[in-house]
């Protein structure tokens, strides 16, 4: 798609692009004037680059995307084009595939993957070097198996402007930390802490013994609750029993209590635009109240220009165990 839509003024009505962290597709939404009926209909897999920010500092070049689908509707005449940051090469992270991995570290599985895509890997230090005992493909996509992968050891993974993205779920690789500053530069915001996710104080898990066929309990550390409002619910089993062996089926009750702990915090909080803010970066909330102040892991931030301006409404939750991107964990003070 060639040439320039500028907005809010001129054809641009409404710009909206959605950084997700997890295995979902950065998305671009662009509605445009087209009363005139003189702009050209992109075709589908046309790439749009998108640039957001202000003309006193700058833009910031946000990503690449490929249009997906196109809209048109009236009256008056306007055009919805959404595209997609999602670059899965030549299509083959989506062919179907068997194949067994044993003794393989998981940055070695993502490496492998990648190229078989076309992609370039980016794997996180932290998981990447978690050696897997026995891990199966059967009958499914790469993208998928490496879904289930990132999902057992609380890892997101995503295929973006030509790079397959493996990381731990709030360790933030290669992201800076976003500020939420009353009165400087919050709008509106809403909290909910959940005590629905709280999972007890001793996380745990099984696995098996395949040589003796015998089933074994695995314990873990407790990871405290983030809620600071929660009343101590039951010990709940947090994984299944694992064919993997016992340090496996550890780290599966680890990523397990971790991913339940931060869903036991919810923030919704709008911004002044601010085209640096991502998805799986820390936010560190200052001066809005008791309870919310603190660190939290951003999971979805939407950058809007429209009629009113440039805002960045941010989905967020509590960090995880390591207390998100190099951020502090929210303690309760006494």
Known sequence: MQGAITGPSGRAIKCEYIDESGSDDDKVILTVDDRLGELVVPM???????EMGYIETGLFKMGTFKIKTVKLAG????????????????????????????GNTIKEIVEKKAKIGGLTAKVGPDIGATKINYRAQTGESHLHFLKRLANDYGGTVKTTNGFLTFMKTGS???????????????????????GRFDHGDTPQGGWVNSDKGERHEAKVPPIPSRNPIRQPEAKIRLSPFWPDGE????LAA?????KLSRMA???????????????????????????VDGDW?????????????YETVIQAEYPGEEGGSGGKVWKKKK
């Open 75 to 102: 009256w008056g005449q306007w055009m919805e084009i959404e595209a997609t940051g999602t670059d899965l090469g030549t299509g083959k992270m989506k062919e179907q595939d068997t194949e067994n991995f044993t």
């Open 247 to 250: 340090n496996q089926a550890k």
């Open 172 to 194: 933030g690789v290669g992201l800076s930390g976003a500020v939420a500053h009353y009165p400087f530069n919050v709008k509106t915001y809403a909290a909910t802490l959940d």
């Open 265 to 291: 915090g919810f923030l919704n909080i709008v911004l002044i635009g601010d085209p640096t803010i991502f998805a799986e970066a820390t936010l560190t909330v200052i001066n809005v109240r008791k309870y």
């Open 297 to 309: 892991l951003i999971k979805k931030a939407i950058h809007v220009i429209d009629e009113k301006g």
């Open 254 to 258: 680890t990523a397990q209590a971790s």
């Open 44 to 50: 589908i897999g046309d790439e749009v680059t998108l």
